[in-house]
């Protein structure tokens, strides 16, 4: 942002011409300043180009989901986006899905990002000035998964839950919502970063992790296609281990304990 600077008025012949910056909300115009004979011929200039940057400094915020990539950071994130108060307050938004340390942020994983017209804008003419990837066939259970993200859902337990089960059902995945929420609310209290650094499994170097607590080699052997690599992805995380306890026990619904 540009600080105001504090100018004097030049003591020299009234036809010199100078630079002065008029603050206008959070930004700055140059103006040229001319002599005292024509300054009433240079203000009106200003006015249109005042007018509209009040005009963008008044733009109200706007909210989008986003997922991390890999190699994103919470300041890349903000930068791209505009979004105002930057990577803190983007963490700030966010805290619940994150966790404790902003820098530890994992591929799949969906933040809400508040950021104005201007920076939804610049996001959708960086997107339309890429050049076009040629459409591949999809495979038929990465097009269903597709479909099934292609819905709205929200950035939280209730929005993974129903996010999951829609795959679920598309892959043939039995469960239901209720044995999904029982089992997570026990395993993991519903943070999708929760990991056991204690039990046997961690003494054995494969710590459980995620909403449901599965171990890295479960949740690879019981991925989704479809579904992110990343197993502190909720959505991952829920249908991998729905797909073990369908394998194990029939279905999520049949589990009331350790599995």
Sequence with gaps: MAGRGKHRRPRTNPLTRGIIAAGTGGAALTLPLLGATHASAAEPQSAPAAAQSVKQAAQPAKSLTYTVVK????????????VSGGWKQLY????????????????????TVKTTE???????????S?????????????????????KTYANNLDGWIREALDIMAQKGIPGSYDG?????????????????NW????????????LLQTIDPTFQAYHVDGTSWDPYDPVANITAACNYAADRYGSIDNVNGPY
Excluded: C, F, W
């Design 130 to 150: 890429a050049p076009a990837k040629p459409a591949a066939k999809p495979a038929g259970g990465v097009a269903q998964a597709t479909q099934a993200s292609a």
């Design 180 to 196: 999904i929420y029982r089992n997570v609310m026990r395993e993991s209290s519903g943070n999708p970063l929760a990991i056991n």
């Design 199 to 210: 039990d046997s499994n961690a003494a054995k170097g494969t710590p459980s992790k995620g």
């Design 71 to 82: 190699g994103d950071s919470l300041a890349r994130i903000a930068d791209k986006y505009d």
């Design 92 to 111: 700030k938004d966010n805290r619940a899905a994150v966790g404790d340390d902003p820098k530890l942020i994992h591929p799949g994983l969906k933040l």
């Design 118 to 128: 201007a920076g939804a804008a610049k996001k959708t003419a960086t997107k339309s």
